[in-house]
């Protein structure tokens, strides 16, 4: 069978695509945290600027995100970039928009009442927040998450738009090349295995935390 002949050749861009994921999950979800934090700031001057970062991000599609950071240090500011950092620069602040949102929601989600009940029971702020609230927050954030990590394994496709080869690029060319569509269907079969593992990861991690129900 082809897919065996070219089997190699679309496991070293799976390992491309997985490395893609696992950095802008790396960058993201920290980089989404403190932008959550300061978006719920009533502090103007913080607020807008940040309103505007996530207005950009969520607005405008990914594939453009990639391609203006692949252009735009080099030739308008002068700053060498190599694709698949550009890939990860792009992929990172594209993310952290929606986690940002993610994770607001979930902080906004928890009743101000807990807060006060910590402080009651002689809890710091920073226990109540560590003991009380987070393992709450990530109850409810686990659904909206594992369909972003879901969406980041399909999104790593979009990397060959500027010449980076990962599993989607990997296939095409050899279906190109081997004019058979068997790299293609198992591309397909590598994203759905892809996803199938980070549903299964995220449903252990739901499981871990079903006694906090609401």
């Given amino acids: 069978m082809v897919t065996f002949q070219i089997l190699p050749y679309l496991l070293e861009g ?4 997985l490395q ?6 790396v960058f993201s979800i920290p980089l989404g945290i403190v932008i959550a934090r300061l978006r719920q700031s009533t ?17 405008t599609p990914l594939i453009l995100q990639l391609i203006f950071f692949m252009y735009f240090p080099p030739f308008v500011l002068g700053i060498p970039i190599g694709r698949f950092t550009a890939v990860i620069l792009a992929f990172s602040l594209n993310y952290a928009a929606y986690f940002a949102e993610i994770f607001r929601g979930g902080l906004e989600s928890i ?27 990530i109850k409810r954030i686990l659904p909206p998450s594992a369909s972003e990590a879901m969406t980041l394994i399909k999104d ?10 990962e599993l989607f690029r990997a296939a095409q ?12 269907i198992a591309a397909g079969v590598i994203y759905l295995i892809l996803n199938s593992l980070v ?6 991690f739901e499981k871990k935390l079903s006694y906090y129900r609401h």
């Avoid at 060319?173 to 293609?184: A, D, F, K």
């Fill in 14 to 17: 799976t390992w491309r695509a």
């Fill in 20 to 25: 893609i994921f696992i950095l802008t999950l």
């Fill in 43 to 59: 502090v103007r001057i913080i607020q807008l600027p940040v309103r505007f970062y996530l207005l950009i991000m969520r607005g």
């Fill in 111 to 137: 009743p101000r009442g807990q807060f006060e009940a910590g402080h009651v029971l002689g809890f710091s702020s920073g226990q109540t927040f560590t003991r009380i609230i987070l393992p709450q927050v």
């Fill in 156 to 165: 790593t496709a979009l990397a060959q738009i500027i010449g980076v080869a």
């Fill in 173 to 184: 060319n050899s279906t190109s090349r081997l004019v058979s569509i068997e790299p293609i």
């Fill in 199 to 204: 549903a299964l990861v995220f449903s252990r």
